[in-house]
Structure formats: structure tokens, C-alpha cells
């Protein structure tokens, strides 16, 4: 796909890989509509990213999706490409895990997208043309230990643009799943980064990720994996999850004293 004049909703636009990737759609000449809910960091990163507009939005509710959906319609008109970036993450032992923000997780990871979708997609459907580009995770086909919540929304996003491309498949309205194994951003907390340098977790630059999805936009690529070995580590735990279970048991020993402890 040409991005020069598209009309782009990019949510999560604030973080460390989506305030990179608003700044590169805008280099290549298409106009932003920028989603977060952190209305303060939205407004620093839209300064100097040319043809964009802000919106702070609630993205782990029905009425908040609704509300975002209808202010990018408002601002744009047409919209050409949804990127469902935005997320969250929990990091600890399941039996720990927090209620609230595990519900929270599913609905910003996985609701949240898929309502956006569902509101914006009848325009792309009517004019036969649009894209839908959801970000998601290795852990979306690896089932990382103490990454239960996070793994089970990102699994069922890519479950959820696996058949809605089918879905399409007569149409020129495309969808897309990017998996990014870890990234260098402030999603990954503390504790996450010292467990990573502990057991040798390979993790990529924003720029990195940044590239590679634009390069497969731009190709209009259905699915890519970033990262070498993980995304080989998804054909094997498909075919041979057991072996994976293996290969796995030693990292997760070494997880465990870190998602044991309190704080970030």
C-alpha cells in the first residue's frame, strides 16, 4: 500500500514504538489521527508530526471505542488504515494477578481492536478498499509463563485477524498481524528487563519494529513474525509444543523469582 495521503488511526500512538511509527506514517506523507489515553504524552508527541490530529481516548470500553471511532470519522472523514497498536501488560505469577487489570488487558488488547474494527470497517468494506493492521505478539503463539493475561489477549487477536481476513477475502480491505517478540520500551518494566538480561531474552530497538512493520505495510504483507529465533519458535510450538515445554522449563524457573516480586 502507498501511504502518501492515507487517512491513519493509530492507537497506542504515545508509546515507545507508536510515537516512532506516527512520526515515520507522517514522513511518508499521510495524515495521523492519533489515539491514546494519555492525553499529555499525545500532545508532545503530535508536535511536529504535520496533518495529525489527537485524540485521548478510553480504549478498554465499548463507549470509549465508540467515542474514538466517531471523533477519527469526524476528523478525517474517510479512513483508509486502522493500526491497532495500543496495549498493556502484566507480568507476574497468574495466582497474583490482579482482577481488574486482567480484565483491563483483554479489553484494550483484544476488545478494544476489535471494536475499533467493527466501527470503522463498514467505510473501508462500502468503498472496497482499507486496511486493518493489528500489532500483536510472539506471545500470541507462544504462551509465555507469567505472561498468562497478556499471552491470552494477544492469542485471540490473532485469532481474531486470521478469520476476519478470510473473512474478506473477495474484498480489497486487507488485514494484517505483525508479531514483535520483546521490545525496548517502557511497556516492559523493570523487573521484565532484569528477568530478560538474566536468561538471555533477545530484545529489539523500537526503530527495528518500527521498520518492519511499515516495510510490511507497505508491501501489504498478511502476516509477519520480527525476530530470529522466536519467529522459528512459532512453527515448532505449533508442531511440537511439548518440545517447546522443554526448551522453556529453564527461562521459566529463572521468570519465576521475578514475577515474585513486588512493584515494578
Do not use: W
Request: hydrophobic share 45%; aromatic share 6%; charged share 25%.
Amino acid at each position: 500500500m502507498e501511504l502518501r495521503d492515507k487517512n491513519i488511526v493509530l492507537t497506542g500512538a504515545a508509546g515507545g514504538i507508536g510515537s516512532l511509527l506516527a512520526a515515520r506514517l507522517a514522513e511518508r506523507g499521510a495524515r495521523v489521527v492519533l489515539v491514546d489515553a494519555n492525553e499529555e504524552a499525545l500532545k508532545k508527541v503530535s508536535v511536529g508530526i504535520k496533518h495529525s490530529k489527537t485524540i485521548a481516548g478510553d480504549l478498554s470500553s465499548a463507549e470509549g471505542c465508540l467515542a474514538v471511532a466517531d471523533a477519527a470519522k469526524q476528523a478525517f472523514g474517510r479512513i483508509d488504515v486502522l493500526i491497532n497498536l495500543a496495549g498493556m501488560m502484566s507480568f507476574r505469577c497468574f495466582e497474583d494477578e490482579d482482577v481488574d487489570l486482567m480484565d483491563r488487558i483483554i479489553e484494550v488488547n483484544l476488545l478494544g481492536a476489535m471494536r475499533l474494527t467493527r466501527h470503522l470497517l463498514s467505510g473501508m468494506v462500502e468503498r472496497n478498499d482499507g486496511r486493518i493492521i493489528n500489532v500483536g505478539s510472539v506471545f500470541g503463539s507462544i504462551g509465555f509463563a507469567y505472561f498468562s493475561a497478556y499471552s491470552a489477549s494477544k492469542f485471540g487477536l490473532r485469532g481474531f485477524s486470521e478469520a476476519l481476513r478470510r473473512e474478506l477475502y473477495d474484498t480489497d480491505v486487507k488485514v494484517m498481524y505483525v508479531a514483535p517478540r520483546a521490545v525496548k520500551t517502557p511497556l516492559n518494566t523493570g523487573r521484565i528487563m532484569r528477568m530478560g538480561a538474566e536468561t538471555g531474552m533477545n530484545m529489539d530497538d523500537p526503530e527495528h519494529v518500527v521498520g518492519k512493520i511499515l516495510k510490511a505495510v507497505e508491501n501489504d504483507r498478511k502476516e509477519v513474525y520480527i525476530g530470529f529465533p522466536e519467529s522459528m519458535f512459532v512453527g515448532i510450538n505449533m508442531l511440537f509444543p511439548r518440545l517447546v515445554d522443554k526448551v522453556l522449563a529453564g527461562q521459566n524457573r529463572i521468570a519465576r523469582k521475578f514475577a515474585k516480586e513486588k512493584g515494578n
